[in-house]
């Protein structure tokens, strides 16, 4: 990556990536959080920026966003952030991990973090904004739709079809050819064995749970 980045947020999602970047060898302008970062040691070189409009004075055409938020499901503040800038004509960063591994021929749209461990076989795509999380696997042919996360440990079987805002919680699994629809909430530990329609929470042994509200 060519690149000099900026780094939106300053807690655990964002120091992994943080080190990435670093072991990398990417240049990191700083950080943009209201707040000072939980990992003050990792964080100790990078210049601090407190506000969220000091974003805007940089060059949208000579920087790239990483986005450091952390996905939570009912949470849309990764979301949102990254809608909101890419309307600005802002770009983001797509970071995959050394120790990761990748088929040459999956493909990853615009923003997707692949961290450490994870396996994408090929013939998959995913998502823009979506989180690969660590040790996770998407097998064959997958196609894992954007602002989605892929929690630690989930695995994902060959031809599995999901849409927007999908959460596949730690653990999951999910066997071939399922299709998940939009804000659907796979629950830590859960097996789907069948297409889920939207605006659902899979809950492990217990079935379905549909309209949920999270904070």
Not at 47 to 75: A, C, E, M, R
Request: aromatic content about 8%.
């Amino acid at each position: 990556m060519s690149d000099s980045v900026l780094l939106i947020g300053a807690g655990g999602h964002a120091s992994v990536l943080l080190e990435m970047l670093i072991q990398q060898k990417v240049h990191i302008i700083g950080y943009v959080s209201p707040c000072s970062a939980a990992n003050k040691k990792l964080f100790s070189d990078l210049h601090w920026f407190k506000n969220d409009d000091d974003i805007y004075q940089f060059d949208k055409l000579t920087i790239k966003l990483v986005n450091g938020i952390g996905s939570l499901p009912g949470n849309t503040r990764r979301s949102d952030l990254y809608r909101q800038q890419k309307k600005l004509g802002y770009s983001f960063a797509t970071l995959v991990s050394q120790e990761s591994t990748v088929s040459a021929y999956a493909f990853l749209e615009e923003g997707v973090q692949v961290m450490r461990g994870a396996i994408i076989q090929t013939g998959a795509r995913v998502g823009y904004n979506s989180i690969v999380n660590t040790g996770s696997i998407i097998d064959h042919d997958c196609s894992i739709g954007n602002n989605n996360h892929i929690a630690p440990g989930a695995t994902i079987s060959g031809q599995v079809t999901s849409k927007e805002n999908v959460h596949f919680g730690t653990g999951s699994s999910v066997i071939q050819s399922i299709n998940i629809n939009k804000n659907v909430v796979v629950g830590a530990g859960a097996t789907v064995t069948k297409d889920l329609e939207e605006n659902i929470i899979s809950y492990p042994a217990r079935g379905f749970h549909k309209g949920y509200e999270l904070a």
